[in-house]
């Protein structure tokens, strides 16, 4: 069964430093991973994909993140955070096999200070 | 192009009462997406929708929850008999299948509360 691990439910981060937002999957067959960004009051934004080549993906707003086969994971990274980039990030997997359903994590709140 | 868009944006109704909601997915998306956010939580599948075949229903947590998708477009989400615990906000998604991986593009959400 697909799933979705999202470890930390909140991320604090000070303003100008790198963030980190933690994403791991579980898929049959090969993995198209997602980012989607919510800010406040508004819908799911899709931010970056991955869905084969490249390991770095780059995306919007300066996002990028790394597809780690070896340890399934997607990390969503940033290398200076900005106090407009605190919303809530959820991290989203299909597998190959199972294209027509994405399965989604619980979320992270990033939360950047100024 | 315009987007995914829903109805109402927010929607308070008494316990027990009926509600309708309504999705409006990109022209073109052949499939179609109900998820649910309660406060605090991630994003709870609901239903799908592809083109013609039957629709996944397999996140339906109730049957005083249905839905259907007319003429390949416009869905509408009904919840029957609302409950306390159905407040949420209902968000849709639609994307375009056929394609090797599944984008799928999100509405504004309807804030249901169930007083």
């Known amino acids: 069964a697909q799933s979705v691990a999202q470890p930390e439910d909140q991320v604090n981060v000070a303003e100008g430093n790198p963030l980190t937002v933690k994403c791991t999957y579980s898929?049959?067959?090969?993995?198209?991973l997602f980012w989607y960004v919510q800010y406040p009051n508004r819908g799911l934004q899709f931010l970056l994909k991955y869905i084969t080549g490249d390991n770095l993906v780059k995306g919007s707003y300066g996002f990028e993140a790394e597809f780690n086969k070896s340890q399934t994971s997607f990390h969503l990274k940033k290398p200076s955070a900005l106090v407009s980039d605190s919303a809530l990030y959820f991290c989203?997997?299909?597998?190959?096999?199972?294209?027509?359903?994405?399965?989604f994590g619980t979320g992270t709140r990033l939360q950047v200070f100024p | 192009g315009a987007g995914v868009s829903q109805s109402p944006s927010n929607k308070v109704t008494e316990k027990g009462k009926d509600v309708e909601l309504r999705c409006d997915p990109i022209?073109?998306?052949?499939?179609l997406y109900w998820y649910r956010q309660s406060l605090g939580q991630g994003l709870e599948f609901l239903i799908y929708f592809q083109g013609n075949s039957a629709p996944d229903k397999s996140g339906l947590p109730s049957d005083r929850f249905s839905a259907e998708r007319t003429g390949g477009s416009v869905s509408t989400l009904t919840i029957q008999r609302t409950q306390q615990e159905d407040s949420a906000v209902y968000l849709c998604a639609s994307s375009l299948l056929g394609t090797t991986y599944n984008e799928q593009f999100f509405g504004p959400g309807t804030r249901l509360t169930v007083l």
């Open positions: 022209s073109g998306h052949t499939a």
């Open positions: 898929v049959s067959g090969n993995p198209y």
């Open positions: 989203a997997v299909s597998g190959s096999y199972n294209t027509d359903k994405l399965i």
